[in-house]
């Protein structure tokens, strides 16, 4: 390539016999369509993908085995979320069953951050993988919850073991409430995985 571009470059020069000016600018731009062709398939093919992982969260509200606790209330009143601090600890397992396999744990701080009336809190989630595929690795998700009817999504914004310098996102969803403490969620991540070594 280079000794091409040498001979187009400096045709007085070169000790190459040139092809029919005709043919020297096709020449030149396959051989820069061939070179950008193969730097694109090594970007490609660099050990990173896209990985779904398909999880529920079982949460337990009230009770001796509680995985979820207010911290503190609002200083603004039961209306308001701003200034509360909620925590949890819930079951992540395989299965929307409570006799699915145990994978590991829900672990998260919730902040109320909104003025407005109603929920609006920013939350910080560490998913513990104890056992499966991924024991021994963790994935950290930040973002907003601005209501808890529907899809809430989070930003995967790294792990550690398995997940280091994971990026990405989650979809969560309340899909059952078994019991009136208890509630199943069913969890999508979406996550890019780097498997270069370190």
Known sequence: MVVLLHAVLHPKKSAFTMAPPKLTLPLLLLSLLALMTSSAAAVADDGDG???????????????????????????????????????DDELRAGPDRASPLLGRYQAVFFGTSLQVGAGYLSSVTLVFTAGDYAGSTLSLQGPVLGFAGTIERAIVGGTGRFRLARGYMLFKMISKPTPETDVNEVHLFVLMHHGKY
Request: glycine share 10%.
């Open 50 to 88: 896209l990985t779904h992982i398909h999880l529920y969260v079982h949460e337990t509200y009230t009770g001796p085995n509680a995985t979820a606790a207010a911290v503190l209330q609002s200083p603004l009143g039961a209306n308001s979320s701003f200034g509360s601090i909620g925590v949890v």
